[in-house]
């Protein structure tokens, strides 16, 4: 575990990779509650049936927002942040989506701190994170995540 209390810690971990996660198993409930909470409800996702006869895997995939929106929750525990008052999620700079997730697929989140710089009185922490796909050679997605951290003074 990395631990940040100052932008000068945050420096120090720029290039590094921060953290590999545990895998996550992708199931056709949390497909089908992502589908719910967003409106998408493309056959692809939530119509096993039609996707056993249809996509190549025979299986659905999951949204692409989905495997995204796991990055949070899959690199919380890499880096401590000691003395903070609070994190926002600033933005993403670059997404792509290389590789399908398939429903009952194990996926895990690799990190790697890009660029930590001064921004408003806070840490601007720009951050490479691979989704990875066990058993497949390319990332389901590589994304370029973006937060400010603001801490204590």
Same mark, same amino acid.
């Given at each position: 575990?990395?631990? /940040?209390?100052? /932008? ?11 953290? %590999? ?8 409930? !949390? =497909? ?5 909470? *967003?409106? #998408? &409800?493309?056959?692809?996702? =939530? ?13 659905? /995939?999951?949204?692409? &927002?989905?495997? %995204?929106?796991? =990055?949070?929750?899959? *690199?919380?525990?890499?880096? $401590?942040?000691?003395? %903070? ?10 997404? @792509? ?8 697929? !194990?996926?895990?989140?690799?990190? *790697? ?5 001064? @921004? ?5 922490? *720009?951050?490479?994170? !691979?989704? $990875?796909?066990?058993? $497949? !050679? ?13 801490? #204590?003074?």
């Amino acid at each position: 575990m990395h631990v /940040i209390s100052s /932008i000068e810690d945050a420096k120090a971990l720029e290039g590094v990779e921060v953290g %590999l996660s545990d895998w996550v198993i992708i199931d056709q409930n !949390r =497909i089908d509650q992502f589908a719910e909470a *967003t409106g #998408d &409800y493309q056959w692809i996702h =939530i119509d096993t049936e039609r996707a056993a006869a249809e996509m190549p895997s025979g299986k659905t /995939i999951a949204h692409g &927002y989905l495997t %995204l929106a796991l =990055i949070p929750s899959l *690199t919380g525990n890499f880096v $401590e942040m000691e003395n %903070l008052a609070r994190a926002i999620n600033f933005g993403v700079n670059k997404v @792509r989506f290389y590789t399908p997730v398939q429903a009952g697929d !194990r996926v895990r989140a690799r990190a *790697t701190v890009l660029q930590a710089r001064r @921004r408003a009185g806070a840490l601007l922490l *720009t951050s490479e994170t !691979r989704i $990875e796909v066990e058993n $497949e !050679r390319k990332p389901a997605c590589v994304a370029e995540t973006l937060g400010m951290y603001f801490f #204590d003074e």
